[in-house]
């Protein structure tokens, strides 16, 4: 395999006194547009309003930080004004209009990760702006903004051309928006610091996944995704998707270091991760990862809704299947040497704690 899979950061689109918008390029890491994936941040300073917005793409958002509000609206439906905090996971169809809000003085920073199967541009969000210097309506003609609003040349020259910011801007303090209401929360935000865990290993990792059952809007995605946090030394057991699916993964902290293994045997990436980095593991390669002292938490989405993996190490690994005979003949082993290899690792799954 040829293409380049280092871990990269993000880089600034556009931004101002409001906050910024991230983006992973396609030209730095080329498996977004080999699978169709895309990949930003948002990342808003206290009164920053990213202006209402849709995109060519569906998305999970992941919020990295902070305390904030997000407006969605799904086609044919109210405004849903949601509050949001670190930890939240929110699914975004394709279609839905989105604007956010912070009145916090912590930066909020959202993540978005997705499927870029119908953009513009394969690996890249494109989105549209209703309002603001690049917003749609600014290509209308004032004869179609006053048709389509019912409004005089006037008010329709006020309206398209008040807003001079493009994509965030900042408002005044003592500006009002929205407030949120706790009960919007349900069905639109799923908190993974607070979810009951998948898996919880002692002195291993845990594992919260987002999926159609505890977030059903994942499903009109079409992404499952999942927050991991293995401790300091710990490991994370090779393993693949077996249903063709892309795993897409951002380091929210901590280091580590990270080998994946393709065809043939090979070796394809070994490289130490950081936060803020994101990396791509290419369909049916294997993944494995171990956490520096300091642990390693990720946030993935994988390319289904109800992702599927095989793991080759562990109590629930392939090889725990396998009949003595068949690995003595695999490995062209004694009985001796695969006993030993059988009777390890069956009690730890997924997650290795560091060695004693």
């Known amino acids: 395999m040829d293409l380049d899979l280092t871990p990269k950061l993000a880089k600034k689109i556009y931004g101002g006194d409001g906050g910024a918008y991230y983006a992973w390029c396609p030209e730095e890491l080329p498996m977004l547009r080999q699978g169709n994936i895309g990949a930003a941040k948002l990342a808003l300073e206290k009164n920053g309003f990213a202006l209402p917005r849709y995109s060519d793409s569906a998305k999970v958002a992941y919020v990295l930080q902070g305390n904030g509000v997000a407006g969605i609206v799904l086609p044919e439906k109210e405004e849903k004004v949601v509050p949001i905090k670190a930890g939240d996971a929110l699914a975004l169809p394709f279609g839905v209009v989105t604007w956010w809000y912070n009145k916090e003085d912590t930066e909020l920073v959202v993540l978005f990760l997705g499927d870029t199967k119908t953009a513009h541009k394969a690996g890249c969000f494109t989105d549209f702006f209703l309002t603001g210097a690049n917003g749609i309506f600014t290509g209308f003609s004032t004869e179609f903004v006053c048709r389509a609003w019912d409004v005089d040349e006037s008010t329709a020259k006020t309206l398209v051309g008040s807003q001079t910011g493009k994509g965030i801007v900042k408002l005044d303090s003592g500006f009002k928006m929205p407030e949120p209401k706790s009960d919007t929360r349900k069905g639109m935000a799923l908190n993974c610091l607070e979810a009951p865990l998948d898996v919880d290993i002692k002195g291993g990792g845990k594992v919260v996944v987002l999926n159609t059952k505890n977030l059903p809007l994942v499903g009109e995605v079409g992404l499952g995704a999942d927050l991991v946090s293995i401790y300091g030394g710990s ?52 993944v494995s990862k171990i956490a520096d002292s300091d642990g390693l938490e990720w946030f993935s989405i994988i390319t289904t809704p109800n992702p599927v993996f095989t793991h080759l190490a562990g109590r629930t690994s392939a090889w725990k299947a396998l009949s003595p005979e068949v690995l003595q003949a695999a490995f062209k082993v004694s009985p001796d040497v695969e006993k030993k290899f059988s009777t390890k690792r069956t009690a730890e799954e997924i997650f290795f704690p560091p060695p004693k």
Request: hydrophobic share 40%; glycine share 14%.
């Open 235 to 286: 490991m994370c057991s090779p393993g693949f998707s077996c249903d063709s699916a892309l795993q897409v993964t951002y380091i929210v902290k901590g280091s580590g270091r990270v080998q994946v293994v393709g065809a043939d045997g090979k070796r394809i990436l070994e490289t130490t991760v950081k936060g803020g980095n994101l990396f791509i593991v290419p369909r049916f390669c294997v």
